[in-house]
């Protein structure tokens, strides 16, 4: 049975397609400043959540868009090296640096690295020359200020590019060239394909696929590599659920050349190349519309004291001010809005997309977790125990079958918790999507399959036709994807 052909019968993006219209110019900055009267307004509020996105501002069209995105694809493909490259490049990196990180690189026998080293920061990443803690930059272009995620590649690493991948917009995946990479990156068990079904799995909505290396002596700007490579991608993207002309772009660089990244690639080194460079197809990359006047939705994703308690997480819907009363869900503890950091830079608002930490009173660190969901009041999160989930089975262990009892690790926006299959309520035919009468006690790799999922504490979730990003999830077992799935039905008594 062909597992990817059928991941797409689980159509985890058609929540997307009903709601989101694509058009960049029209994309609004979701963070702007307020005016000193809408200040003094939001202080009087008690409940200010609903209204903060309402806050009118003549700064708001002048201000760029922003986007995260981020770096997926296989161990070693060039992810932190594309990623170093681009800081570089947007001029955030001086020659100093460069020379410093050479000679370390080279100390370390690790000559090659020395891009790498701009993203990955700490010691044992730059030993090993592998990253491990998702890295985050910030840099410009002409239309978008962007946040990188530079997630590892190694298999280990997964559940922290998950954790990469639920707080971006778009990917750039990275594909290696050079001879042999490409395949063993490529193959079953490699981390190309799992980490492009995570991140479609996850809400990465786009995709750019950079074939890296192409500066590599095996490949040397070859066009037939290049073809070879993108008509064997194309496939498998559209399997997971990919639209190819509208979600997909491809374009061929050198991440540590720094070829056509910033400008386009010259012809005396590419002569069939006619499309954009990375600067260009990232500037122009259309994203989801998001709706600055939804309940506010923040997933944490990490929480630290700081002249109060500190949480950080990327906004999935609503916006955030200065003075608001939220709740840190599922304990449902009031908290007040005491600052909103964006990047580097104090803000008094910000919008869905927003990458933030956020300074609260009324909470202690200690009482937090990451995956509690910072919440509007009038709306709060709902929480749950249980929740009935259309799951697609990718690749289960060997000898393991799929029924009730199995366990396996969740992990839903930034909640990873051990969780039980109680029920198998139906399999779906993935043909024609409709439920199969038969009674379903098991099933095998491929399947579709409707069931009820259990965790040992309150968790919270929604459900994927209400906000796709909070409803959407995957199941592993020893390290590894078994399944996606998307929530259905919450039990009636779980709305807070
Ligand atoms: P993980 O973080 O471990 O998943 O790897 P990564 O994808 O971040 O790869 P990294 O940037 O660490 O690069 C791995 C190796 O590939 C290094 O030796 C880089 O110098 C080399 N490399 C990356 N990009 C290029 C490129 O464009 N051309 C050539 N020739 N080598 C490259
Ligand atoms: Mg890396």
């Given at each position: 049975m062909d597992i990817e052909a059928e991941i797409?019968?689980?159509?985890?993006?058609s929540a997307e397609d009903n709601n989101a219209t694509l058009i960049p110019e029209d994309a609004k900055p979701e963070e702007v400043e307020m005016t000193d009267k809408v200040e003094e307004e939001v202080k009087d509020k008690e409940v200010a959540d609903m209204d903060c996105a309402e806050v009118p501002d003549e700064m708001e069209s002048q201000k760029k868009r922003h986007l995260n995105v981020v770096f997926i694809g296989h161990?070693?493909?060039?992810k932190s090296t594309t990623g170093g490259q681009i800081l570089f490049l947007s001029g955030q990196v001086d020659d100093r640096t460069i020379q410093k990180y050479e000679k370390e690189a080279k100390d370390k026998s690790r000559e090659s690295w020395y891009m790498a080293y701009i993203m990955d920061t700490n010691e044992e990443e730059r030993v090993k020359g592998k990253t491990v803690e998702v890295g985050r930059a910030q840099f410009e272009t002409e239309t978008t200020r962007f946040t990188i995620l530079d997630a590892p590649g190694h298999k280990s690493y997964v559940p922290n590019m998950i954790s990469g991948a639920s707080q971006?917009?778009?990917?750039?995946?990275v594909i290696s060239a050079r001879k042999g990479e490409f395949e063993t990156g490529y193959e079953r068990g490699g981390q190309t394909r799992e980490h492009v079904q995570l991140a479609k799995t996850l809400g990465v909505s786009k995709l750019l696929v950079v074939v890296n290396k192409m500066d590599d002596h095996t490949v040397n700007w070859s066009k037939e590599r290049y073809d070879e490579i993108e008509s064997k991608i194309v496939p498998f993207l559209r399997s997971s659920g990919?639209?190819?002309?509208?979600d997909v772009q491809f374009l061929p660089i050198s991440g540590l050349v720094g070829t056509n990244m910033k400008t386009r690639v010259d012809k005396n080194i590419c002569p069939w190349w006619n499309g954009p460079c990375l600067f260009e197809a990232l500037d122009s990359v259309e994203v989801p519309v998001r709706d600055p006047k939804g309940s506010y939705r923040m997933p944490i994703i990490d929480k630290f004291k700081d002249m109060g308690t500190v949480v950080m997480g990327k906004v999935e819907s609503g916006s955030i001010c200065e003075g608001d009363s939220l709740l840190v869900m599922p304990n449902k503890a009031p908290v007040k809005v005491l600052a909103v950091y964006c990047d580097e830079d104090k803000v008094r608002r910000a919008g869905p997309g927003e990458n933030l930490r956020v300074r609260l009173s009324?909470?202690?660190?200690?009482?937090?977790?990451?995956?509690?969901v910072l919440s509007s009041v009038v709306k709060p999160i709902p929480t749950v125990t249980e929740f009935t989930a259309q799951l697609q089975i990718l690749e289960l262990l060997e000898n393991a079958i799929f029924t009730a009892g199995y366990k396996a690790v969740l992990h839903i926006h930034s909640v990873v918790e051990e969780c039980e299959i109680v029920e198998l309520l139906q399999q779906i035919?993935?043909?024609?999507k409709k439920p199969m009468k038969k009674k379903v006690l098991f099933v095998k790799n491929g399947a579709v399959v409707v069931c009820r999922i259990q965790v040992n504490s309150l968790i919270c979730v929604e459900k994927f036709s209400d906000f796709p990003q909070l409803g959407r999830f995957t199941l592993r077992t020893e390290g590894k994807t078994i399944a996606v799935g998307k929530v259905t039905d919450l039990p009636s008594r779980s709305s807070a």
């Open positions: 797409r019968a689980l159509q985890l993006d161990v070693d493909a060039g971006a917009d778009i990917g750039v995946l990919y639209n190819v002309k509208k009324g909470i202690e660190e200690e009482d937090i977790s990451s995956g509690f035919d993935p043909k024609t």
